[in-house]
């Protein structure tokens, strides 16, 4: 029951500092307060699953390397990796399976399907590098202290609570956008989205809800066409691009397809 309690602790640290942090870059990146993630609540659950595996990753032994230095380096290496692969699985999930693409990289070098990209994998490098060097120790202080306290206990239950009524909410309001972007072709952009929602708002001079701005499914329909007659250019030349390639590979496949016809007629 403890280890648990302490998996939870873990993971609303994690997940309430991402979304402080995701929060300020959005106002600094739009001059707009924009609430971040798919959930409703104060907590990325992205953060939340990433410090809890930078603090597991701090907890490895490499005592086998002698130089500290070296041990330091090898960790801080493994938790960039990790945490990329975290970043690109979660990317891919709601993607492929649910249309929605929770944040963009396609603009920055070297990205993989907008998931990942070089700039942000050395970000999290440097995001474990400051966790393992400075931070690793005052959470394992702060973890077993909440854990000394029922107090704690009753807390992180509500919160917990919370959290799960947030994923239900939250997951149908995605159920909604996925069924309208497989009838439209498209992946939704959910940070743009919502950028277009505040935008929109404000031109009308209508008052913009931070926590709940997709409420009812009327409204996250009426949302999303608004959001596509706005975008419908870039999600025209988007097909348009997959399509030329698509027509491309079919075609580089053509001759290996003939020489292989020819194989079986001289058999």
Same mark, same amino acid.
């Given at each position: 029951?403890?280890?648990?309690?302490?998996?939870?602790?873990?993971?609303?640290?994690?997940?309430?500092?991402?979304?402080? +942090?995701?929060?300020?870059? /959005? /106002?600094?990146?739009?001059?707009?307060?924009?609430?971040?993630?798919?959930?409703?609540?104060?907590?990325?659950?992205?953060?939340?699953?990433?410090?809890?595996?930078?603090?597991?990753?701090?907890?490895?032994?490499?005592?086998?390397? #002698?130089? =500290?230095?070296? #041990?330091?380096? +090898?960790?801080?290496? &493994? &938790?960039?990796?990790?945490?990329? +692969?975290?970043?690109?699985?979660?990317?891919?999930?709601?993607?492929?399976?649910?249309?929605? #693409?929770?944040?963009?990289?396609?603009?920055?070098?070297? $990205? =993989?399907?907008?998931?990942?990209?070089?700039?942000?994998?050395?970000?999290?490098?440097? =995001?474990?590098?400051?966790?393992?060097?400075? +931070?690793?120790?005052?959470?394992? $202080?702060?973890? #077993?202290?909440?854990?000394?306290?029922?107090?704690?206990?009753?807390?992180?239950?509500?919160?917990?609570?919370?959290?799960?009524?947030?994923? &239900?909410?939250?997951?149908?309001?995605?159920?909604?956008?996925?069924?309208?972007?497989?009838?439209?072709?498209?992946?939704?952009?959910?940070?743009?989205?919502?950028?277009?929602?505040?935008?929109?708002?404000?031109?009308?001079?209508?008052?913009?809800?931070?926590?709940?701005?997709?409420?009812?499914?009327?409204?996250?329909?009426?949302?999303?066409?608004?959001?596509?007659?706005?975008?419908?250019?870039?999600?025209?030349?988007?097909?348009?691009?997959?399509?030329?390639?698509? &027509?491309?590979?079919?075609?580089?496949?053509?001759?290996?397809?003939?020489?292989?016809?020819?194989?079986?007629?001289?058999?």
């Amino acid at each position: 029951m403890i280890y648990l309690i302490i998996i939870v602790q873990i993971f609303f640290i994690g997940a309430t500092a991402g979304w402080v +942090l995701e929060l300020f870059f /959005r /106002r600094f990146a739009h001059k707009k307060w924009i609430n971040p993630g798919f959930l409703v609540g104060p907590w990325l659950p992205l953060y939340g699953t990433g410090l809890l595996i930078l603090f597991g990753l701090s907890l490895i032994d490499l005592s086998f390397i #002698q130089n =500290i230095i070296w #041990q330091k380096v +090898l960790l801080i290496f &493994i &938790i960039t990796i990790v945490m990329t +692969l975290l970043e690109y699985v979660t990317g891919l999930i709601f993607i492929k399976g649910l249309k929605v #693409q929770l944040w963009d990289y396609s603009t920055q070098w070297g $990205n =993989i399907q907008g998931i990942i990209c070089p700039l942000f994998t050395l970000i999290w490098g440097a =995001i474990g590098a400051v966790y393992n060097l400075f +931070l690793h120790p005052h959470i394992l $202080n702060l973890v #077993q202290f909440l854990a000394t306290h029922p107090v704690s206990y009753f807390v992180y239950g509500i919160l917990l609570g919370m959290f799960i009524l947030d994923n &239900i909410y939250s997951f149908q309001v995605v159920a909604k956008i996925k069924k309208w972007a497989k009838q439209n072709d498209v992946v939704v952009k959910y940070e743009h989205l919502k950028l277009n929602i505040r935008e929109q708002k404000e031109r009308l001079k209508e008052r913009y809800n931070f926590v709940f701005s997709l409420k009812g499914p009327g409204e996250i329909v009426f949302e999303l066409n608004k959001y596509l007659l706005e975008n419908g250019k870039k999600f025209f030349e988007n097909r348009l691009n997959k399509k030329s390639k698509d &027509i491309d590979t079919d075609k580089n496949d053509e001759p290996s397809k003939l020489e292989n016809t020819k194989d079986d007629k001289k058999d």
